[in-house]
């Protein structure tokens, strides 16, 4: 008996509560809101604004996102409210797809009302299931510093289980608490103490809103916490700079290392190299659009499917180039520079000729897409990943001309010609196979290059001096030290650009690289060997 009256009990309990919440689960837009929001009159608006967002109905968060892309429409006829744009509508009262009514209007918004609309947003999505909303929610509220917002902040913060969300909802609230003139001391320090550790430039802003009514010590905290994030930010500011310096001197450095590979071994001066990273960056638009046309499914494989057939086909024009051409001309380094400059002439048509003149589009992997914050660092995928790859094409290539044959005969040659070639050696073999190495690696080069520089038969053009200044500051065929003059002037030119612009910073870089060409002949790191020394 006792225990069927506890069960009883228990019913009849769970009856009398499910009544008081029955309202707020089958939460409605009131008809007035919708009248409001036909009335499409600003003062009305704003209203219905602050209704739907409070009514937690499912359909709310589409009709403020449709009303701030006014995409929201009222029909003057029979003030219903409509979402959508032409043929189609939904009804935003109860969500049927309907055909659009003729003479519909679109629902008004200002200024004030689009910031209305940004804090309900903010507001409606703080107790949302996906962390994503929540974080863009606490975004929005720290910017807008909606003092209306705090009590649902408060709430939502209170239950926020999610480390990285309630930092940012504690944020946000710090934001809102220092805007108002009533906030308790303690509530203001503990504010400024949070805002101090965000560092950035809302949290500056911030903390110059704070009221002048605050105490005189409280205003020297706020100021103090300013300086310390200012000092930050400059730091951060010289990182940052060192990092587009790095991610610059990996592309110097991946166009120029197939020219120190040919420019050490055969003191070619080839001004066509520019052009087999032109046909390593073609050779992955073909790829990518054969992909797209007949594979879509693999197109984050694209790069990696082209990287080898553009190393081949690079490789193959620069070897028929030095047995079309170059092995008649060697000793004759004039002629050489002619010469290729003239190739370089003929495979830009050539391009044109096969392609058309105008850029083409090559896409970038699901991979190398987007960014993400580091310490305070903003790093992109695409950047990242060139960088990684420049390193690992160099540390292969001294590990190729190390601990294989060809690298044995490569190093013979560079040191001591003659005497190679009298140990039985073919240096005309080694000589087409270490031209084609290196405009296979130009090549490879274009293929990274077609991640961040326009696919156009000029696209070599944009390197090749770079190239040269790469491998005459590092010394003529000496790999380490093109990999430290591609850093140093990348790093360089990144420092030099805000106080100078890109065509200044250039243009002094190439006057300190004559002086310094002027001091050290030989470069930073100057090989050494009769042929080098002759």
């Given at each position: 008996?006792?225990?069927?009256?506890?069960?009883?009990?228990?019913?009849?309990?769970?009856?009398?509560?499910?009544?008081?919440?029955?309202?707020?689960?089958?939460?409605?837009?009131?008809?007035?809101?919708?009248?409001?929001?036909?009335?499409?009159?600003?003062?009305?608006?704003?209203?219905?604004?602050?209704?739907?967002?409070?009514?937690?109905?499912?359909?709310?968060?589409?009709?403020?996102e449709a009303l701030g892309s006014a995409r929201l429409f009222f029909d003057p006829t029979n003030k219903k409210i409509y979402i959508g744009g032409t043929g189609t509508v939904t009804d935003a009262a109860t969500g049927t797809s309907v055909?659009?009514?003729?003479?519909?209007?679109?629902?008004?918004?200002?200024?004030?009302?689009?910031r209305a609309i940004e804090n309900a947003l903010g507001t409606l999505t703080l107790l949302s299931s996906d962390p994503a909303k929540r974080r863009a929610a606490a975004d929005a509220l720290f910017k807008s510093r909606d003092a209306s917002a705090l009590p649902a902040l408060e709430s939502a913060l209170k239950s926020e289980q999610n480390a990285g969300v309630q930092r940012l909802f504690a944020e946000a609230r710090a934001a809102i608490l220092l805007g108002q003139p009533d906030t308790p001391r303690a509530d203001i320090i503990d504010s400024?103490?949070?805002?101090?550790?965000?560092?950035?430039?809302?949290?500056?802003?911030?903390?110059?809103?704070?009221?002048?009514?605050?105490?005189?010590?409280?205003?020297?905290?706020?100021?103090e916490a300013v300086a310390s994030i200012e000092n930050r930010l400059k730091m951060l500011s010289y990182v940052q700079n060192i990092w587009y310096g790095l991610s610059l001197g990996s592309v110097l450095l991946l166009a120029a290392i197939g020219l120190a590979i040919t420019f050490g071994v055969m003191g070619v001066i080839n001004m066509a190299h520019g052009e087999m990273v032109m046909i390593g960056a073609y050779t992955t638009f073909v790829?990518?659009?054969?992909?797209?046309?007949?594979?879509?499914?693999?197109?984050?494989?694209?790069?990696?499917?082209?990287?080898?057939?553009?190393?081949?086909?690079?490789g193959l024009v620069g070897i028929a180039i030095e047995r079309g051409i170059i092995r008649f001309l060697?000793?004759?380094?004039?002629?050489?520079?002619?010469?290729?400059?003239?190739?370089?002439?003929?495979?830009?048509?050539?391009?044109?000729?096969?392609?058309?003149?105008?850029?083409?589009?090559?896409?970038?992997?699901?991979y190398m897409s987007g960014a993400f914050d580091f310490m305070g660092l903003s790093i992109t995928w695409g950047r990242m990943w060139i960088i990684v790859f420049t390193l690992c094409v160099f540390f292969a290539l001294l590990a190729a001309l190390k601990w294989t044959s060809l690298g044995l005969y490569m190093r013979a040659v560079t040191q001591n010609r003659r005497m190679a070639g009298a140990m039985g050696i073919r240096t005309p073999m080694i000589d087409a196979l270490t031209f084609g190495l290196g405009s296979g690696l130009a090549g490879i080069a274009g293929v990274a290059l077609s991640q961040i520089d326009?696919?156009?038969?000029?696209?070599?053009?944009s390197y090749i001096i770079d190239s040269f200044m790469v491998v005459v500051f590092g010394g003529v065929g000496n790999l380490w030290g093109t990999l430290v003059s591609a850093m140093a002037l990348g790093v360089a030119n990144k420092f030099l650009e805000p106080f100078a612009g890109a065509v200044l910073a250039k243009i002094l870089i190439l006057v300190l690289l004559i002086l310094f060409i002027q001091k050290r002949p030989r470069g930073l790191f100057a090989l050494k060997g009769r042929a080098v020394e002759a």
């Open positions: 008996m006792l225990r069927n009256a506890r069960l009883l009990a228990a019913f009849l309990s769970m009856i009398f509560l499910a009544v008081p919440l029955a309202p707020a689960l089958s939460a409605e837009i009131s008809p007035a809101t919708f009248g409001r929001l036909a009335a499409d009159e600003f003062s009305e608006t704003a209203t219905a604004i602050d209704e739907v967002a409070a009514s937690g109905a499912p359909n709310a968060q589409a009709i403020l055909a659009a009514p003729t003479g519909l209007q679109t629902v008004r918004v200002n200024n004030r009302l689009r400024i103490t949070l805002l101090k550790a965000r560092g950035d430039i809302g949290a500056i802003a911030t903390l110059r809103s704070l009221s002048d009514k605050a105490a005189p010590d409280l205003r020297q905290m706020a100021n790829v990518q659009d054969l992909i797209r046309t007949r594979a879509p499914h693999l197109f984050d494989w694209s790069l990696p499917i082209a990287l080898p057939l553009a190393f081949v086909v690079a060697y000793g004759r380094p004039l002629e050489t520079l002619l010469a290729t400059w003239g190739v370089s002439l003929i495979l830009q048509q050539a391009v044109r000729s096969i392609f058309g003149p105008n850029n083409r589009e090559v896409g970038a992997p699901s326009n696919v156009s038969p000029n696209l070599g053009q």
